[in-house]
């Protein structure tokens, strides 16, 4: 199944760059802003668009959950320490707005390197309630249409085949936003270092793979809360990078960080993450650096720039923990809201004419998704997330089925500056070839 999954991509890939807009126009772009949101599946957030692959479209055999014994469920397992949801929830996809409004928080859900790929089971889309500390909480929804970035969605191009580029969490997602590559992490500590058997199945969940890649959560030696172990922080990267692409052929980028201005003066915000700032691990963007002084900046410094119209040429944009959607945090109202803000800063603004606005999510979050992701690699990619194509050039009310992933990302932004692909990953990825109509 996952080889004939593979074959579609390719497939998929090769016929979308043949019949490709006019790319040679794409030098209209002045401007690309990535808007980075957290944790939700396509299905979660989307699955009730007009025109998109959602939940009407999902077969019996990718929503029943199974059990440890590959036995279906004979309702969702209960959420733990939330008296909000019945126990006795069918197996099958819920609405959780009727329990827990999209303004208020909901639990958190399990995602993490290896237990996405035990969710996907091999495409069969039918464990995410088994391996989850949340349970059946993985299998719900939210109303579509009551989104704050619904009407967007309706007015531009909403990607429903768009998969993050590597299993797991917001840490390892994040590099590969920016390097395509996970990172590296020799002779780890054993405490942290995760164990399988010979036919890679987990024994012991770590932060490290066996073959000393960095997996899941953990901070980086260059930027860290204050008294972390440095046994257990990161060593810093060489490896290449976009930022590292654009400043070498004097492209202008930045990444902005809601709360970045506080946590580096050694006061953060309680909900400031220190792993979703992934330039910081590479040791051009370290402390007391040129680069993190040019392009490590605060959000606040974006809004300005889209005010003034100053934007740098490449934005990155990652919301604060309160404003960024993520679950037991973030609420879907509170992050989307802003969301919308941050968009509407750049459409209204003096650069909004020439830009391409890209709105997406690091991972899924642990929630449920219809659509076994194609396999390219044994880093991924992921289950499927929602991508929306905000701009002036972006066609019109459109649901573009064409398969991408995280990497595209940077995949267009290469061909728009014509730099060198950071590896295989990059290169191959097709750079939201169909979303545009210049």
């Known amino acids: 199944m996952r080889t004939i999954l593979k074959t579609q991509f390719l497939l998929l890939t090769v016929f979308s760059l043949a019949n490709a807009p006019a790319f040679s126009q794409i030098n209209k772009v002045k401007h690309v802003v990535v808007i980075y949101m957290e944790n939700h599946s396509f299905d979660n957030l989307y699955g009730q668009f007009p025109g998109a692959d959602g939940l009407a479209q999902a077969k019996p055999e990718n929503i029943i959950q199974l059990d440890h014994e590959n036995q ?33 928080v909901t639990p958190d859900v399990t995602h993490r390197f290896y237990q996405e790929q035990l969710q996907i089971n091999g495409g069969k889309m039918n464990k995410y309630a088994h391996y989850n500390f949340t349970k059946g909480f993985a299998m719900g929804y939210y109303r579509t249409k009551d989104l704050p970035l619904y009407d967007l969605a309706k007015k531009y191009t909403l990607c429903d085949h768009f998969f ?3 299993f797991g969490g917001s840490f390892l997602n994040h590099q590969w936003l920016v390097a395509a590559a996970s990172p590296l992490f020799p002779n780890s500590p054993a405490s942290i270092t995760a164990q399988v058997d010979a036919d890679g199945k987990l024994i ?27 046994d257990f922080l990161l060593p810093t990267q060489t490896g290449p990078n976009i930022g590292d692409r654009l400043s070498d052929k004097g492209i202008s980028w930045a990444w902005y960080s809601g709360g970045w201005d506080n946590a580096i003066a ?4 309680p909900s400031f993450t220190y792993h979703h700032q992934p330039f910081a691990y590479f040791t051009r963007y370290a402390e007391g650096t040129p680069g993190r002084k040019e392009h490590l900046k605060d959000e606040t410094e974006f809004l300005d720039a ?11 944009v990652k919301p604060i923990g309160l404003e960024n959607e993520h679950p037991g945090e973030s609420t879907i109202t509170g992050g ?55 701009s002036p050039f972006a066609k019109k009310g459109y649901v573009d089925h064409t398969s991408y ?34």
Do not use: C, M
């Not at 008296?83 to 006795?88: E, G, L, Q, V, Y």
């Not at 606005?357 to 642990?366: K, P, Q, S, V």
């Open 72 to 104: 279906p469920y004979n309702t969702l397992p209960p959420i733990p320490r939330s008296s909000a949801f019945p126990t006795n929830l069918a197996n099958t996809y819920f609405n959780i707005d009727q329990y827990i409004a999209a303004d208020q």
């Open 164 to 166: 993050h580029s590597v």
């Open 204 to 230: 012991k969940d770590g932060t490290v793979t066996l073959d000393g890649y960095a997996v899941n959560t953990i901070n980086s030696i260059n930027l860290h809360p204050a008294k972390g172990n440095p």
């Open 266 to 269: 050694g006061k953060p915000d």
């Open 306 to 316: 889209a005010k003034k119209g100053t934007l740098p040429a490449v934005s990155f």
């Open 336 to 390: 989307e809201s802003h969301a919308v803000d941050l968009i509407n800063a750049v459409l209204n603004g003096p650069n909004g004419k020439d830009a391409v606005i890209i709105l997406t999510y690091d991972e899924n979050g642990g929630f449920w998704d219809h659509i076994a992701p194609p396999q390219i690699d044994k880093w991924g990619p992921g289950t499927r997330i929602p991508a929306l194509i905000i």
């Open 405 to 438: 992933e995280t990497v595209s990302i940077l995949s267009f932004i290469e061909k728009r500056w014509e730099l060198q692909p950071l590896n295989n990953r990059d290169k191959e990825a097709d750079p939201l070839s169909n979303a545009f109509d210049f």
